[in-house]
């Protein structure tokens, strides 16, 4: 595995890779890999025929008053799992070159970016499009790698893509989960001991929401309804926010007609945890 820093060095690696027309794809992440992130690795390196991964913790997605300062890191260990995983190009950026004295530029997708996570961190999808597009330009990928965890992220960047026409097929895999339920996540390492047992009442929440819908109800104000009063029944869970929307325009529905995405947030005592599920898709059924 290469692992470049310097952006010109890691665009004549990519330059070198694709010779003879070979495809490459492209898992950008914010580096604390664990399964989620190593099965993005592995379904991007059978689509593709060189894998690039990178690690930047973008400071632009983060609000003042947010985690970048003690957002989890540990590059040695995340090069490790990436190299054991076949990949062939790891691109380390420094901040100072990504974002250098004067820079100004950013990418918004009105509307998209504005409910749901936009509401409560306010810049973060900015920041998120902006890095995103960079990332893209300078790796140049055929087809690019997220989890279904960040189910808002991918509406955006897939708008993105298609508003700025960027030939970049979005591949969104399924949220990777712990055997109790919870979505795997770099922050989960913040939770204590408490927290992390009442964190798995996101997932059972969810879960009660899908068998209601599953059991005949389609109005989205009662499955929401089930779902709060699951999540109230965890003193330790505090919510920001629980909704049933299109998984299209990210808008609130009335009723569940095809599918529908019901996408929460929730505090555990400083840790905001997101996680989501899609009623009514073939690729959630069980």
């Known amino acids: 595995m290469k692992t470049l820093s310097p952006i010109a060095a890691l665009e004549s690696a990519v330059a070198e890779a694709r010779t003879g027309r070979r495809t490459i794809g492209f898992v950008p992440t914010m580096g604390y890999l664990h399964e989620g992130h190593l099965s993005l690795v592995r379904e991007c390196r059978k689509r593709a025929d060189v894998t690039v991964a990178s690690i930047f913790v973008n400071p632009l997605q983060f609000g003042p008053?947010?985690?970048?300062?003690?957002?989890?890191?540990?590059?040695?260990?995340?090069?490790?799992?990436?190299?054991?995983?076949?990949?062939?190009?790891?691109?380390?950026?420094e901040t100072a070159e990504m974002y250098p004295p004067g820079f100004r530029t950013s990418v918004e997708v009105g509307g998209l970016q504005d409910g749901l996570c936009g509401r409560s961190r306010p810049g973060h999808f900015r920041g998120v499009a902006t890095i995103v597009l960079k990332l893209f330009n300078i790796v140049r990928p055929d087809c690019a790698f997220f989890g279904q965890k960040d189910a808002q992220q991918v509406v955006i960047l897939r708008r993105m893509a298609e508003d700025l026409n960027l030939d970049i097929k979005i591949v969104a895999l399924p949220i990777v989960r712990?055997?109790?339920?919870?979505?795997?996540?770099?922050?989960?390492?913040?939770?204590?001991?408490?927290?992390?047992?009442?964190?798995?009442?996101?997932?059972?929440?969810?879960?009660?929401?899908?068998?209601?819908?599953?059991?005949?109800?389609?109005?989205?104000?009662?499955?929401?309804?089930?779902?709060?009063?699951?999540?109230?029944?965890?003193?330790?869970?505090?919510?920001?926010?629980?909704?049933?929307?299109d998984p299209g325009s990210l808008e609130p529905v009335e009723r569940v007609e095809g599918e529908a995405l019901i996408a929460l947030a929730v505090f555990f005592g400083r840790t905001r945890l997101i996680d989501n599920i899609i009623l009514g898709s073939m690729e959630e059924a069980r």
């Open 65 to 93: 008053r947010e985690d970048f300062r003690r957002y989890p890191r540990d590059p040695e260990r995340d090069a490790a799992l990436l190299d054991r995983e076949g990949v062939d190009i790891l691109f380390l950026p």
């Open 178 to 245: 712990e055997p109790d339920g919870l979505a795997m996540s770099s922050r989960n390492i913040y939770l204590n001991i408490e927290e992390r047992r009442a964190a798995t009442i996101l997932f059972r929440g969810l879960e009660e929401a899908r068998r209601i819908f599953e059991a005949g109800e389609r109005a989205a104000p009662r499955i929401r309804e089930r779902l709060l009063a699951t999540l109230a029944s965890e003193p330790l869970a505090r919510l920001d926010y629980a909704e049933v929307v």
